[in-house]
C-alpha cells in the first residue's frame, strides 16, 4: 500500500522531488520534495483508492470508531469520502474557532465521550495535526488517532505525536516515495543519498 500510493501520487504530481533544486518551505525549510495532496480530489479512482485505504486503516486500528473528523481544509473531501464508506458521521475541523456566529471550530455534531479519528492529508511537523486534536479533546471528544495520506517521516512529527499521546498511521511515506520514484524513473540512483540526508537533518539541507 505504501509505495502504490506512493506511485499515485508521483503519476499525478501530487508529489514533486528536485533534490538538486530545492523547494523553499514557509518555515524556511529547504526541502527536496514538494506535496500537494489537493490534486487528488480531481482524479476519482486515485481518491477512492484512498478512501478505501483509509476505510480499512479505520476499521483495523479503531474498530470502535463514533465519528470521522477532517481538518480544514485539506482533509475535509477524504474524511467525507470515509465516512461515507463506513457509515459514520463526520465532522471537521477549522484551524481556529470562527469570528462570527456561533464561533465554532467544530463543524457538525460531537458528543461528549465520542471516539473519534481526525484524516489529515499531509505530515510534516504535524503541529497542525496536533492542535486540531487538542480541539476535539477540549470539545469532548475522545481522539483515537490521527490517519494520513502521507508523511515526510520527520523525526520533529514523530517526537510531537509521542510527547502529545496521539497514534499516528499514514497511508504512505517518504520512505516508500523514494522507493517508488526509483522505480518510475522520476528519480535517478544517484540522487537517493540526497533525498535521504534531507529527512535526516532537514535544517542544514541546501544550505
Known sequence: MPKEIAKHLLNIEAVALRPNEPFTWTSGIKSPIYCDNR?????????????????????????????????????IPHAAWVSQKLGLPMIYIRDKAKGHGKQNQIEGKLAAGQKVVIIEDLISTGGSSIKAAQAVAEAGGDVQGVVAIFTYQLARAE??????????????N???????????????EGD???LKSWREDPQSFGN
Open 159 to 172: 517526537e510531537a505525536f509521542h510527547e502529545a499521546g496521539i497514534p499516528l498511521a499514514t497511508l504512505s
Open 39 to 75: 490534486l487528488t480530489m480531481s482524479y476519482p479512482e486515485i481518491r477512492d483508492i484512498i478512501a478505501e485505504g483509509f476505510a480499512a486503516l479505520v476499521k483495523e486500528l479503531y474498530p470502535d470508531a463514533d465519528v470521522i473528523a477532517g481538518t480544514a481544509t485539506a482533509g
Open 174 to 188: 517518504y520512505t516508500a516515495l523514494i522507493d517508488a520514484a526509483l522505480e518510475l524513473g522520476t528519480i535517478q
Open 192 to 194: 537517493v543519498a540526497l
